[in-house]
């Protein structure tokens, strides 16, 4: 069958608004909107031994080189970014929350921004549910830290608490006090700005579900959290190890698939405590090149998987 002329003009004027729907679509989507979530929703699965984790994608956190990066000039930072291969005017870092299923533990560990943090951010809760997960079979939630690309996905926006009514919410004791503190308005800074008010608030909405575990307390068998303070005072991450095989899910101590690995010595800007936070970071580079256990990052590259190697001086990311 052939399309006459005008037939063929109709197709073309067609697609054409469909498209300019689609991007207006992507662009509502841009605010934690449905239409966004639909569009990039992704969902990555793979094995420790005999744990199943499940990477699920939030969508992507922008932040100004400037605040990224304090301690150098955006100049500086933009050519290790462009020598990385990364493209040089901001920090596009993806947001990995991941579920770790274990025995008769479904575990969730960190969960997205919510809708109220940042354009590109909220992407979660579809997604989670679009990956065929009902929030009634998680059975535990682990906040590494609480700033809000982490917390504020919590928060059902229907009825104002958690969105996970089985699960037992876990964080470190020393975070929750941080945040409950009345000078916390006062640490935090730039895009983090709001951070103070919202994680509050929203920790309030969950108090009652709230257990406080330290860290190096094993939350559920071959699940267990790692002290790792500096980005904030309570940080902790999850070392799952199953049948020989380990994993290190680690919240915000390595952010940047190349700047923390070659210069992790700079300071990354929402770290609350700068010296503390290098430490750490040298510390764990040092334990996942020498233990060879694997990152999973919730700020990596999607889906946020990969190996740590030593380069000249410093390290190397390796996307798995
Ligand atoms: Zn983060």
């Known amino acids: ?112 921004a919510g809708g109220d943090f940042m354009p590109g951010l909220g992407k979660f809760g579809d997604a989670f549910e679009r990956a065929g997960f009902k929030p009634e079979e998680i059975t535990k939630v682990v906040f590494t830290h609480a700033h809000p690309d982490h917390l504020w996905g919590i928060i059902d926006p229907l009825d104002d608490g958690t969105r996970f009514p089985n699960a037992q919410h876990i964080m470190s004791a020393i975070e929750f006090d941080t945040w409950n503190a009345p000078d916390i308005e006062a640490r935090v800074s730039g895009p983090f700005k709001a951070a103070g008010v919202g994680t509050k608030r929203r920790l309030k909405l969950i108090a009652e579900r709230l257990t406080m575990r330290r860290a190096g307390d094993e939350i559920a068998p071959g699940v267990s959290l790692l002290g790792t303070p500096g980005h904030t005072p309570g940080h902790v991450s999850v070392l799952v190890t199953s049948n020989g095989g380990a994993l290190l899910i680690g919240g915000d101590v390595l952010t940047h698939s190349v700047v923390s690995f070659q210069k992790p010595a700079w300071i990354w800007g929402p770290d609350m405590d700068a010296a503390a936070a290098v430490a750490t970071r040298l510390r764990t580079l040092d334990m996942l090149a020498n233990d060879r256990i694997p990152l999973l990052g919730y700020h990596m590259p999607w889906p946020g998987l990969g190996r740590v190697e030593r380069a000249a001086a410093a390290y190397r990311y390796l996307p798995v």
């Open 1 to 112: 069958m052939s399309i006459n002329a005008t037939d063929r003009l109709d197709l073309l004027t067609r697609r054409r608004l469909l498209a300019g729907a689609a991007a207006g679509a992507a662009m509502a989507g841009g605010r934690g909107g449905r239409a966004g979530a639909e569009a990039s929703a992704t969902v990555h699965k793979f094995a420790v031994g005999a744990a199943e984790i499940t990477v699920i994608a939030d969508g992507i956190m922008t932040l100004p080189l400037a605040f990224a990066f304090p301690a150098v000039t955006p100049a500086e930072a933009s050519q290790v970014l462009a020598a990385g291969g990364l493209p040089d005017g901001a920090v596009n870092n993806a947001v990995n929350v991941a579920i770790v299923k274990t025995g008769t533990d479904v575990i969730l560990i960190d969960t997205g």
